[in-house]
């Protein structure tokens, strides 16, 4: 095995260099590798004044490889902090030859100005993640997951600032998760448009577990994209994209997808959870990617109102714009407003049964008098039997909008199904509109295929697995 190194491989950089290298091409790290960047907080001299290239093209964490598969799966093999200092052009995993990394790799950016007065002609691509830059046929493998930890949530740390656009990934093969938790700090720019977040991979990378990005905090001022950048060489995502907000500032839009043609992944999910006034989204809310051919986005593009156990409650006068959705689902104890015209093929409510106010039942949703979705589900608490009467008073999901839903409803072929407290779905039938805002129904038949929201109430769970671990 050629230039290896033994042990464990720690680097701390606090004094201004130029482009520096960890793991040159052709070395070989036995054990963890961790670099540390603690420089000046000034311009000049920068810390790095070109780019922090961790691993050219050598194999890291070989005493956690048996030949045959990963020893300790839950161990990091590679761990990058950058606590203060400055970056000037990037930070990544560039290699031009085959590159094994046997766990999992961890960027905390808890610190520092990255990509300020690049010496390129557009702001840079300041984190890039492990893997080859602009390469078709990707030759580095992680064998963990792949983590990249922005800010902090402490009121009294210190923040990143960062220009220009971030990626978890470049070309690289990722066998676990990927992981995106922005939890402060600002994502900015100096000249031009290359400021987007990037949760997916690119450059011809494959993620063949699923993308998570939690935003919490912090300010970014352009586009979240659950996938990753366009061209010829577009990433792959074999399992899905899940997009979470419970804080921070969203000055552009958020899509679940990529950011134009081209782009895979199975199912793109978007989530708003927690307290609206801690949260501002400046555009629109996509599930799909942001050009115009989804073709590759297969699955089922769903945007989740609250989760089990944690629910959104919007702010006074906050209204979000929607589009390329196909599911929008709306826990029990969640409340939320749309304000353009949409069509949805599923609107899903978790019916807040008990919740009154002094002046009646509160409404969970406000919509346009031209927004449609082909079947409403309503889940509720309550059993049910088949050809049995039923009666729901609709002002308690739709408020001062639910003549509006009745007349759509009537108009447009609505379906009607609901879920009892056996996470049963039932059809429905002989359905009376009343003027009221009440409606009355029989039961029909149950659904064939297993009810499966049950199963979607829990599915982000891991979502929060390495934001509670960073925290």
């Known amino acids: 095995m050629a230039n290896a190194k033994a042990d464990d491989l720690t680097v701390n950089i606090s004094e201004p260099t130029f482009d520096y290298t960890a793991v040159k091409a052709g070395e070989t790290v036995a054990g963890k590798l961790t670099v540390n960047v603690n420089g000046s907080e000034s311009d000049s001299p920068y810390t790095i004044s070109g780019s922090l290239n961790l691993n050219a093209g050598g194999d890291v964490f070989t005493d956690n490889w048996n030949g045959g598969e990963v020893i300790d799966k839950t161990a990091d093999a590679v761990t990058l902090n950058v606590n203060s200092g400055t970056i000037q052009t990037r930070i990544t995993g560039q290699t031009s030859a085959g590159t094994n990394v046997y766990g999992n790799v961890v960027f905390n950016i808890n610190g520092g100005v990255l990509g300020k007065g690049t010496q390129w002609t557009g702001d840079c691509n300041v984190i890039g993640g492990l893997g080859e830059y602009n390469s078709t046929n990707p030759s580095v493998v992680i064998y963990g997951n792949n983590t990249l930890n922005i800010g902090s949530s402490s009121p009294d740390a210190a923040q990143p600032t960062i220009y220009g656009y971030i990626t978890t990934q470049q070309g690289a093969i990722v066998k676990g ?7 402060g700090g600002h994502i900015t720019y100096e000249s031009n448009t290359y400021s987007n977040v990037y949760g997916g991979p690119n450059y011809g990378g494959t993620v063949e577990g699923n993308v998570y990005v939690n935003i919490s905090g912090g300010i970014i001022d352009r586009n979240v994209h659950g996938g990753g950048i366009i061209g010829a060489a577009t990433g792959k995502i074999l399992g899905s994209t899940n997009i979470v907000v419970s804080g921070g500032t969203i000055l552009g839009d958020i899509y679940g997808g990529y950011s134009g043609e081209g782009g895979s992944a199975n199912g793109t999910n978007i989530t708003l959870i927690g307290d609206g006034n801690n949260i501002t989204i400046g555009g629109v809310i996509s599930g799909g990617n942001r050009g115009t051919d989804d073709c590759s986005l297969l699955g089922t593009k769903t945007l989740r109102i609250g989760t089990d156990g944690q629910g959104f409650v919007a702010a006074d006068s906050q209204a979000f714009s929607i589009r390329d959705i196909d599911v929008v689902r709306i826990t029990k104890d969640s409340k939320v407003a749309f304000s353009n015209d949409f069509s949805i093929d599923k609107l899903i ?42 009666q729901l008073n609709l002002n308690s999901v739709f408020g001062d909008n639910t003549s509006v839903v009745m007349a759509s409803m009537q108009n447009n072929g609505t379906n009607l199904t609901v879920v009892d407290s056996n996470n049963q779905e039932w059809t429905t039938k002989d359905l009376n509109y009343g003027g009221d805002g009440m409606l009355s129904f029989n039961l029909g038949s149950q659904v064939p295929e297993p009810s499966t929201y049950a199963a979607l109430l829990g599915v982000l769970a891991i979502a929060f697995a390495a934001y509670r671990k960073r925290n």
């Open 177 to 183: 998760n990927t992981y995106l938790n922005i939890m």
């Open 349 to 390: 409510v978790e019916l807040n049964e008990t919740a009154l106010l002094a002046d009646g039942l509160q409404p969970q949703l406000s919509i346009t008098q031209d927004a449609k979705f082909n079947t409403l589900t309503l889940i509720s608490s309550s059993d049910f039997s088949q050809d049995e009467s039923n």
